[in-house]
């Protein structure tokens, strides 16, 4: 099989479905994994896709992905480890088992994926794509757990990238600022909405359209130099330092 596959993790819906179509559009086959059974099914007559209702954050789900994306494309090109849950609260109100449900996602997801990848993207000297966020660079309130888990994505990204270049594989990372996608949505107060508009200098949330753009140049040829980088697509946020409630 010649045509290239890659694997998108959290794609049934947000930035990560605009990032399997801007795939799709490039000519690659995609497997869009997601948990969310519902959400998934409205995409089954997407040609060239293989839908995957599979929990990142489980081992055995993952060995699932990587064996049925295998068998289906014979090749992996491309991972984007996409798939993320936000929880805020303040610490107080940050209890254990929510931190975990942050952390089994955000991070143990990521870290289960690329371990998994690396035989395939060695084959084909592919690359991977983390998203964390400006949370991860920044901290504000409520975001203990989110935050924390963003940040450790960061630096997974580097650790990979500096062991994974002997093999060939390419890691970079994304930092989204605020996309009105289902999961910003719940957890962005009218008072966190204008305080971003105010802190933002281009004045706006993102569209996921504009974070996919950033995520297919990294898996792309044109970045075929560029690996541990920590790139944030986020209207200028983090250069300005200003602050959020
Ligand atoms: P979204 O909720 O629209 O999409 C996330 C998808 O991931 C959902 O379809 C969900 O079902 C899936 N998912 C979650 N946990 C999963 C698991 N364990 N296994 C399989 N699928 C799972 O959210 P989005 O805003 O598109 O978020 C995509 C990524 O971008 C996340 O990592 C998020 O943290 C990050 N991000 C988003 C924003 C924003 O403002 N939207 C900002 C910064 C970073």
Known sequence: MTQKCAIVTGAARGIGLATAKLFLEEGLRVA???????????????????????????????????ER?????????????NAGIAEFGPVNNTDFAMWRRVMQTNLDGTFLCTQAAIPSLTET??????IASISGLRASTLRVAYGTSKAAVIQLTKQHAAELGEHGI??????PGPVRTKL????????????????????????EREIAEVIAFLCSDKASYVTGQIIAADGG???????LP
């Open 125 to 130: 000297k592919g690359s991977v794509v983390n």
């Open 69 to 81: 994306t295998l068998a289906w494309s014979g090749r992996v090109d491309a991972l984007v480890n």
């Open 184 to 207: 910003a949505m719940a957890v962005h107060t009218q008072e966190i909405i204008d305080a971003y508009h105010d802190a933002i200098p281009l004045n706006r949330y993102g569209s």
């Open 170 to 175: 390419r890691v970079n990372c994304v930092c």
């Open 237 to 243: 946020f983090e250069s300005t330092g200003v602050g």
């Open 32 to 66: 869009i994994v997601d948990w969310d059974t519902d959400e998934l099914n409205l995409h089954k007559d997407l040609p060239d896709t293989l839908l995957l209702d599979l929990d990142i954050s489980k081992p055995d789900d993952v060995t699932a992905i990587f």
